[in-house]
């Protein structure tokens, strides 16, 4: 099994920063893509930015371009998601997602995992 725990949240000013970290442990062969998405109250989940193997990186909300940044320290399993100017807007429960491939009995197989989710709170 593969378990994410982020960490990093925390009560902000408007135009602060803060850095979410996403670290992967488990039986992982290998992290094929990372996401961050986030849950606003009252709101459906969102995605935010994707990094993949490569080190490709996605931004799929255009408001937190040039804003947010998402990184990965392979040697680590973490991903990173720096964000600043950070807006009330941003204030949601941010969550990871990853795509990992584990080892089974016969070959490997590719799931997806969710960490526990990580709160963000922007004060205006």
């Known amino acids: 099994q593969v378990q994410l725990v982020e960490s990093g949240g925390g009560l902000v000013q408007y135009g602060g920063s803060l850095r979410l970290s996403c670290a992967a442990s488990?039986?992982?062969?290998?992290?094929?893509?990372v996401s961050w998405y986030r849950q606003a109250p009252g709101k459906q989940r969102e995605l935010v930015a994707t990094i993949t193997s490569s080190n490709t990186t996605n931004y799929a909300d255009s408001s937190v371009e040039g804003r947010f940044t998402i990184s990965g320290d392979k040697s680590k399993n973490t991903v990173y998601l720096q964000m600043n100017s950070l807006k009330p807007e941003d204030t949601a429960v941010y969550y990871c997602?990853?795509?990992?491939?584990?080892?089974?009995?016969?070959?490997?197989?590719?799931?997806?995992?969710w960490g526990q989710g990580t709160q963000v709170t922007v004060s205006s």
């Open positions: 488990g039986s992982i062969v290998k992290i094929n893509r």
């Open positions: 997602n990853a795509f990992v491939t584990i080892a089974r009995f016969f070959g490997q197989s590719e799931y997806s995992y």
